[in-house]
């Protein structure tokens, strides 16, 4: 799922946030920063996995309190296969850290077990765009 801004990528999570298990976000973009857009819609999805991405390291020290709960940043520029692999650990750490509080609490299951996330790859980067990741297109 794309978006052109942070107004646009809250709109199109707020339509189903259930299908999103990750988001990549610019941290300056137009309208509604990545952060604010972050804000918001961890709001609706308190453990909502996050990646902020910028070009200007003066951004990032911003981040500090969201980076201590979780967030990850990368710093542009950056390659597609370096993307991949932030957002496969991302995805990874939250599944863990979810089946660590579900076996805690008795529960079966992880992250990993209920939304497939084994099966997500990354769309490819664009700068001031939000990035979700999509399930691979199974092959008929």
């Known amino acids: 799922i794309l978006a052109a801004d942070g107004q646009e990528a809250l709109r199109l999570f707020r339509q189903d946030p259930t299908r999103i298990d990750l988001v990549i976000l610019d941290v300056a973009m137009p309208g509604l ?3 604010e857009a ?9 453990v909502l996995p996050v ?5 200007h390291t003066s951004e990032s020290a ?4 969201k980076i201590a709960a979780g967030a990850v ?4 520029p950056y390659a597609l296969k370096a993307l991949s692999r932030i957002v496969r650990r991302t995805l990874d ?5 979810k089946s660590e509080a579900s ?4 529960k079966l299951g992880g992250f990993g077990s209920l939304t497939g996330t084994r099966d997500w790859t ?8 939000f990035k979700g990741v999509a399930p691979r297109q199974e092959k008929h």
């Not at 911003?62 to 309190?65: D, E, F, K, V």
């Not at 940043?73 to 542009?76: D, I, L, T």
């Not at 750490?93 to 850290?97: A, M, V």
């Not at 990354?122 to 765009?129: G, L, Q, V």
């Open 103 to 106: 076996t805690s609490e008795g």
């Open 93 to 97: 750490r939250h599944r863990q850290s």
């Open 122 to 129: 990354p769309f490819r980067s664009t700068d001031r765009m």
């Open 33 to 35: 920063s990545g952060t």
């Open 73 to 76: 940043f990368f710093q542009k």
């Open 62 to 65: 911003s981040l500090n309190s």
């Open 51 to 55: 990646v902020f991405t910028s070009g």
């Open 38 to 46: 972050f804000t918001q819609m961890s709001a609706i999805r308190p």
